[in-house]
Every structure is written in structure tokens, then in C-alpha cells.
């Protein structure tokens, strides 16, 4: 089982020294991975019609992941970083090859690129995308940047996308895995069809459920379940040997990967953050 920790960029405001301490701390402490979310813009709820429905308004801060792992990749020298998701359908999916390229040879190849269509169509709009196609765009984006990252040059034309005899250098030595977030069944199924594994949207009750569904999916399409990774976050509401508990529980149903959620625990510090993920490294053995 793999291990890792998600990011609380939304609770360490814009303090640099923050970030680097919650990288290094994380790897020190014996976490596999970090993984963080992606939004460009917050947006007031107030007055949308049709409502906003997610979690997040303009008050709360986003690093870019892109950005964010960058710098941490300097900084770290084992640790595995994860967008949980990127909002993939609202970038340029040029720029999406060339940003996650370029990560995955700075860093040595220590980046998987978590994608998803998202629930925020302001943000949309203001980058010049279409909320209403965004499944559709999706899907044609996972088979255009795999294409980016391994020809030389590339002739595509899709019905979002064109590129005229063009590539992208560098280009990764090795594939980067490609997973989806992922909580309603029509996610599932593309999971199933495009993906490298699918990060849970859902708690790990529901996660259970959707797991096996997803293992049919796969056979259904000729896939190989042992080669698909799972994912689930873990909140810090629960005490650290509740994790223990999910761990096992997950690892019994073959699921690979598990993230330690400390964003909205209530937390005020960085050392609170940093105290419950090392109490949750010591659970498990790993610190």
C-alpha cells in the first residue's frame, strides 16, 4: 500500500517556508506520495443561477500544482507527486503535455497526473472553455497527451484539439501514469476505458462499493484489474489508528494507494498539520 499525504494549501495562505516544510516533513516521515488539487480561479456562490455546488469561494487560496511541485521537486529527493485532480478540460492540452513532461524529468520521473472535469463552470468560462463538453474534451485530451509525450511530432485533429506536425521537447524517459478522479458512475467507465488507476472522490464506504463495480468495468473492457490502482482519502477527523484500520481494509480489497487528508481538521499551524501526519506515520510504522 502506498502511502501519501494531501496538500493544505488552502489553510498555509502564501507562506513559501510553510510549503517547504510540509514537503519535507512528509518525505522525512516516510509518506510515498503528496498529492494536491488544482483550481485557477475561486468564485463568489452567491446569486449563480444554476448554484455553485462545490466546496471552495474565492476566499479560499490555490497553488498551481504545477508550480507547487516544482519547487517542492527541489527540495525533496524521493517523494511522488500527484495533481488530485487537474482540471484538465479548462488548460490548453498542449500545455498540460509540456507542463507534465517537463515535471517528470526534473523531478526524475516522480509525478503522476491525476485529471477530472471539475464542478466549477465560472472558472470555466473565464478560461475560454466549455463546462457543458468537458467529459467529451476529457477523453479526447488523455489520448492527445500520451501521443505528445512519446512521438516525436504529431498530426491531430480532434474536435477540440489541432496540431499541425508538432511536438513537444523534452519528452518524459518513461510513461507518467495517468489517473482519474472520479465519484459518479459515467467517471467510473472512463476511468475503466482511458486510465492508469482512479482517486476517489468518496468516502471509503462508498469507495468500497464503486471499487468492485470498477473491477467489472475493467474486465469488461479487457483490462487487467491487478495492473489498476485505487485510491481514497483518509480525513484527520478520524484518530491515526482509524487509518490503520482503512489501510488494512483497502489493501484486503486491492486497493493501492490511500492519502491522509489533514485540509479542514481545523488545524491552525503548520506544526499542527505536520503533528498529525507524523502521528499517522508512527501508526503505520513508517516513521
Do not use: C
Request: overall charge negative.
Amino acid at each position: 500500500m502506498r502511502v501519501g499525504a494531501v496538500f493544505p494549501q488552502n489553510e498555509l495562505g502564501n507562506d513559501p517556508d510553510a510549503v517547504r516544510r510540509i514537503g519535507q516533513a512528509v518525505e522525512e516521515l516516510g509518506y510515498d506520495h503528496l498529492l494536491a488539487y488544482d483550481h485557477v480561479l475561486g468564485a463568489v456562490h452567491e446569486g449563480r443561477n444554476p448554484p455553485l455546488t462545490g466546496p471552495y469561494t474565492e476566499h479560499d487560496p490555490f497553488v498551481d500544482p504545477f508550480v507547487l511541485f516544482s519547487y517542492l521537486a527541489g527540495r525533496t529527493e524521493r517523494l511522488e507527486f500527484v495533481t488530485g485532480i487537474l482540471i484538465a478540460p479548462q488548460r490548453p492540452t498542449v500545455l498540460i503535455a509540456k507542463q507534465a513532461a517537463d515535471l517528470a524529468v526534473l523531478s526524475d520521473n516522480r509525478f503522476r497526473l491525476g485529471v477530472g472535469i471539475g464542478w466549477n463552470y465560472v472558472e470555466y468560462e473565464a478560461l475560454g472553455q466549455d463546462f457543458h463538453t468537458r467529459g467529451a474534451r476529457l477523453e479526447e485530451q488523455v489520448g492527445l497527451i500520451r501521443r505528445l509525450w512519446t512521438e516525436p511530432v504529431v498530426q491531430f485533429d480532434g474536435k477540440s484539439e489541432r496540431i499541425d506536425r508538432a511536438g513537444i521537447l523534452p519528452r518524459p524517459s518513461r510513461p507518467i501514469p495517468i489517473w482519474f478522479g472520479a465519484a459518479s458512475e459515467r467517471a467510473f467507465r472512463r476511468a475503466a476505458r482511458l486510465g492508469d488507476g482512479l482517486i476517489f472522490a468518496t468516502p471509503l464506504q462508498q469507495s468500497r462499493k464503486a471499487w468492485d463495480r470498477v473491477q467489472s468495468m475493467l474486465e469488461q473492457e479487457g483490462r487487467d484489474p491487478a495492473a489498476f490502482g485505487g485510491e481514497i482519502g483518509f480525513p484527520a477527523s478520524e484518530a491515526p489508528h482509524a487509518i490503520v484500520d482503512a489501510v488494512e481494509q483497502w489493501t484486503a480489497l486491492g486497493g493501492t494507494h490511500i492519502s491522509v487528508r489533514t485540509l479542514g481538521a481545523g488545524f491552525t499551524s503548520v506544526d499542527q498539520h505536520i503533528d498529525y501526519f507524523a502521528a499517522v506515520a508512527h501508526a503505520l510504522g513508517r516513521a
